[in-house]
């Protein structure tokens, strides 16, 4: 199985899990302190989002582009399983666990987008009578002799 194949797995399970808590009647999270269901919901779909990240295919380096597509992919799960909260007896649909819900998939997404851009960073060949990284292309200038002034 491939790496982007188990992530989607991952990914639908999850969802799948979200919906089976957001079905029960009677659960009630923990009052750990004021706002811990927020927190509960930025947790998870910050998770939904780290597995929806790495669920795509070609797998790279996250963009803007892709920060942005999953922040409304995390909002919109969050919005339909708000919507689907207020037909479940004893729960309704909150704007704010909306609000969490998306925070959460922002969280994840900027933190995955700074990783891959460290990660990429970190990877590339350094020039050498410099100490910061360049990027690629110019890189293979440097390795034939051309661009050394």
Known sequence: ????????????GW????????????LQAPALFSGSDLFAHLACYAVLGVFLARS???????????????????????????????FVPGRDASGRDLLADGLGGFIA????FWW????????????????KHIPSAQAQRLAIGEDRG
Do not use: C
């Open 1 to 12: 199985m491939t790496h982007h194949k188990l992530f989607r797995l991952l990914a639908v």
């Open 15 to 26: 969802m799948t899990l979200i919906f089976f808590l957001s079905s029960q009647t009677l």
């Open 56 to 86: 795509q295919a070609p797998p790279g380096v996250m963009s803007w582009k892709r920060v942005i597509l999953l922040v409304v992919l995390v909002t919109v799960y969050g919005a339909t399983d708000e919507y689907h909260q207020s």
């Open 109 to 112: 997404a900027w933190m995955l």
């Open 116 to 131: 891959d851009r460290r990660t990429v960073n970190n990877s590339q060949p350094v020039a050498p009578d410099r100490e």
